[in-house]
């Protein structure tokens, strides 16, 4: 690969990881952070973020809208699939019964998979539909704020 590509993808993957903690979610980039995390009580959504396009297009526009809402995640964090393997990998093994899938979402009550929403449900989609997916999770799951 040259170094141009290099450097293009590295500014891709540094954008999305800002994106995302800048709308409040927290990285989690290495497994031990990932436990601490996911095993919170109270309801928690991962997002599993990614470089591709439905990622910065739906995903994390979705991700972000989403939160203006009555009920939300007590807990909001992000793993980055494809860059840090070690982290995605470790919650991805909390989504028991779900194929690997980024983007997707999953949402935890107190450590335990309540529902996701798997790439298939985002790619293709308007952003506002998987806000109004997230929206129905959190009003089935979480607590009003």
């Not at 993957?13 to 919170?40: C, F, M, N, S």
């Not at 991962?46 to 007590?74: E, Q, T, W, Y």
């Amino acid at each position: 690969m040259n170094m141009d590509f290099n450097l293009f993808m590295n500014d891709v993957v540094r954008q999305a990881r800002q994106e995302i903690v800048h709308a409040g979610y927290t990285e989690l980039t290495i497994p031990e952070e990932v436990d601490e995390a996911l095993i919170k009580k109270g309801t928690t959504l991962v997002m599993v973020n990614s470089v591709c396009g439905c990622a910065g297009g739906i995903a994390r526009p979705a991700a972000m809208h989403s939160l203006h809402f009555d009920k939300r995640p007590d807990h909001l964090v992000t793993v980055f699939a494809g860059q840090d393997k070690e982290a995605t990998e470790k919650a991805r093994s909390y989504f028991t019964g779900y194929p690997p899938s980024s983007p997707s979402f999953a949402l935890l009550k107190d450590g335990e998979l309540c529902t996701m929403i798997e790439r298939h449900e985002i790619e293709g989609h308007e952003p506002m539909a998987v806000v109004q997916k997230l929206q129905d999770a959190f009003e089935k799951y979480c607590e009003e704020l």
